[in-house]
């Protein structure tokens, strides 16, 4: 009995094996390559949007950009009068798309949107589509300091029906924007908002670098959000410490040019140069009395 | 007894007095001449074309002439060691000795002065050290201390000169004409009263004590150009004390083969005894085991910790394009010279001779060892440099200055014997021991 079933499973892998060869020696034969087409909403400061949009395929176990490709965007359906825009894609396979103002009187109108995007097939690529549902939102930021905690107080809200209403159970990352990167204002990665809309966190960076005056900038941000897409909004707050400016540069050192040696060093070099060449000219002034004495014999 | 000792200060004169070169003296100061003659064509090409005429690169910037340089500022130090440190001492047995040394000192420090200008590019500039000079900078210091120690060598030299001098004056038949006036010129004002001698003696005291820290300050800021610089090799708080303890082994080296040859030249065995050499054979084994002591600091310390950078410039020392060259200045700069001269026999004239150029010639050889392989091996990794900047070996321009300005030393020396005595005639007659 055990034999049989080690033979019945043999002969199952070994027909599973045989198909999946055939079916990689068929699809390799004749299909095109895989286009992946993203498109994503962003609204920086509450303010004008736009929407991104990304080609990429896989080449080497890699994601590269997809270069040349005709793409069209669409406004809710892909129909020629809701075309925002048409565009060749470049090198790196990504195209940042505005909403064009003759389409102001149905963004206005409207809470929620669909973007589409469609990539024309072409010899390597069949035609692909990509969309982005989108719920008209904003986001908030406030603050509050007290002796001890400082924190931060972040509002979201989407547009329903024409009237604002909180939007809870947000996923948000709040931060600090540094040079290279965000940094998380807390040990939280992300905050979740309440059924008010709205989160509080603690900010727990002491002692943080700041511009001149010593204030940086507080961002709060969801990121790929399903229905609110990529929304952000920055605050500058005065919580961090002004730069020191290292003004040595102009002070005596050992670095520094001649006019500027240090002098405790000077001291030093002026004493040891004095002390040794004044005995020389004492040894000088006796070699001149020795001569003195030698010619009034 | 007076007649007898009237005779013997006749003796001593004349056998003291400057004599005047013989063939193989004429000869010798030929040959000094032409090398230098080479050397000073050789820098002729280097000023009318600039440095491109040598080997150094943008790694190897200080070649052979700064370990020259190194080299000459370490002989120097032998006047201090023979006069200051054997008068303070009060070492008896000196005397026939500290001319010899301070001669030394003073081609030495000339040249090593004349050296670090050949270094320069555009020598023209050097006025600029002085205008513009950071006192911060080791380089500024050891300008300064060169400059100082230079003129106490040769202050120290003279005043000792003074009461040799008159002899000569009162001499001038012996001596003959050519020099006379430069003798009078030098020191027709000595009479050799009291008054004037215990000034003298005062005047040489407080050079022997000032000559002493100023030494030591010599090599000591020469040390720190290196170890000031942030290298592999030079990298050490120990440079000054090296340094120090290398130059008085190759001063006293240089000192014992200049005794063997004045000795069997101007034939002073009754001044130059076997006993000199004996006592000088002794002091010249403790220097060179201090040597070879820092030497192991130097080397054994970087070794054991073997740190990425300092392994590349060691290995490269002790086994690799270097070694030959390592190797051979510890045996011969150190180790031999030891072995040979910790035997009574080997502190006879002729051996002790042999031992003294092996220090010299090993000393040379170690100078060059610490400025080339450490410029060769920099801590940050060499990028897109042609492979020629990875090595380094004089142009034959920089051989022939360099020798050039060894032989201009010892023509220095020649010329000082010529025209003074190599053993103080005044101190010979009235020491209270005369080696006679």
């Given at each position: 009995m055990k034999l049989l079933k080690n033979k019945s499973g043999s002969i199952l892998f070994t027909l599973l094996l045989v198909g999946t060869v055939c079916v990689g020696q068929d699809s390799t034969g004749t299909e095109k390559k895989a286009l992946q087409l993203n498109v994503s909403y962003y609204l920086p400061q509450n303010n004008i949007p736009y929407v991104l949009v990304t080609t990429k395929t896989k080449v080497d176990r890699k994601f590269i950009g997809v270069k040349d490709l005709k793409v069209s965007v669409y406004l809710n359906d892909p129909t020629d009068s809701n075309l925002i825009q048409s565009f060749q894609s470049n090198a790196t396979g990504e195209e940042r798309i505005y909403i064009p103002t003759s389409f102001k009187e149905v963004w206005d109108a409207a809470s929620s949107f669909t973007f589409i995007a469609v990539a024309a097939a072409n010899k390597e690529f069949d035609e692909t589509k990509g969309e982005a549902q989108v719920t008209k939102a904003k986001i908030e930021i406030d603050t509050n300091r007290t002796d001890e905690t400082k924190n931060v107080i972040v509002n979201v809200k989407q547009l329903q029906k024409g009237e604002w209403v909180p939007a809870k159970d947000v996923e948000l990352k709040i931060a600090v924007k540094r040079s290279l990167g965000n940094l998380p204002?807390?040990?939280?990665e992300t905050y979740t908002t309440d059924s008010t809309g709205s989160v509080t966190a603690e900010f727990k960076r002491d002692s943080l670098l700041g511009d001149n005056k010593g204030n940086f900038i507080l961002v709060a941000r969801t990121e790929d959000h399903e229905t609110l897409g990529n929304i952000f909004a920055e605050k500058n707050v005065p919580w961090g410490t002004a730069p020191k400016i290292d003004k040595s540069f102009n002070n005596r050192s050992l670095w520094a040019t001649s006019s500027k040696t240090p002098v405790w060093l000077l001291f030093m070099a002026y004493s040891i140069v004095i002390g040794v060449w004044g005995t020389i000219f004492y040894l000088v002034s006796l070699l001149f009395k020795i001569k003195k004495l030698g010619k009034t014999l | 007894m007076e007649k007898q000792n009237i005779l013997s200060a006749d003796k001593v004169i004349h056998d003291l007095l400057p004599q005047k070169f013989g063939l193989r003296g004429k000869i010798w100061t030929a040959t000094l001449i032409i090398i230098c003659l080479i050397g000073a064509y050789a820098y002729f090409l280097q000023l009318r074309d600039g440095l491109v005429v040598t080997n150094m690169g943008d790694y190897v910037s200080w070649g052979i002439y700064i370990s020259n340089f190194v080299f000459f500022v370490a002989i120097s130090l032998v006047g201090s060691l023979i006069t200051a440190i054997f008068r303070l001492t009060d070492v008896h047995w000196r005397t026939p000795l500290t001319r010899i040394s301070e001669m030394i000192a003073v081609s030495a420090i000339t040249f090593a002065s004349l050296i670090i200008i050949v270094d320069m590019?555009?020598?023209?500039?050097?006025?600029n050290l002085f205008a513009h000079?950071?006192?911060?900078s080791p380089i500024m210091w050891d300008v300064v201390v060169i400059g100082t120690y230079f003129c106490i060598s040769l202050f120290l030299l003279y005043i000792t000169l003074l009461p040799d001098i008159r002899i000569m004056i009162k001499a001038k038949e012996m001596v003959g004409k050519p020099f006379s006036k430069l003798y009078r010129w030098l020191g027709s004002y000595w009479k050799g009263t009291e008054a004037q001698e215990k000034i003298r003696n005062r005047a040489i005291t407080i050079l022997c004590i000032i000559i002493i820290p100023v030494a030591f300050c010599i090599h000591t800021v020469t040390s720190w150009l290196f170890a000031t610089t942030y290298r592999p090799g030079w990298d050490s708080t120990n440079f000054g004390a090296y340094f120090v303890s290398g130059a008085f082994l190759v001063g006293a080296g240089g000192v014992v083969v200049a005794m063997y040859v004045f000795r069997r030249v101007y034939k002073l065995e009754q001044y130059i005894t076997e006993r000199h050499f004996e006592k000088m054979g002794r002091i010249l084994v403790m220097l060179a085991l201090l040597y070879l002591y820092f030497n192991v600091n130097e080397y054994l310390v970087p070794a054991f910790k073997m740190k990425k950078p300092e392994e590349t410039h060691l290995s490269e020392l002790f086994t690799g394009e270097f070694a030959t060259l390592f190797w051979f200045a510890i045996l011969i700069g150190m180790i031999i010279p030891i072995i040979i001269m910790v035997f009574k026999k080997g502190r006879r004239p002729l051996p002790m001779f042999i031992a003294g150029v092996m220090v010299v010639i090993g000393a040379w050889f170690k100078r060059y060892l610490i400025v080339t392989p450490t410029l060769l091996h920099p801590f940050l990794p060499k990028h897109?440099?042609?492979?020629?900047?990875?090595h380094y070996f004089p142009s034959w321009q920089e051989w022939a200055i360099a020798m050039g300005s060894l032989a201009g030393a010892l023509l220095i020396i020649t010329l000082l014997a010529r025209m003074f005595p190599v053993i103080s005639i005044y101190k010979t007659l009235t020491d209270e021991t005369p080696q006679k």
């Open positions: 204002i807390g040990d939280e | 590019g555009r020598p023209e500039r050097l006025v000079g950071r006192l911060q897109d440099a042609p492979e020629r900047y990875s």
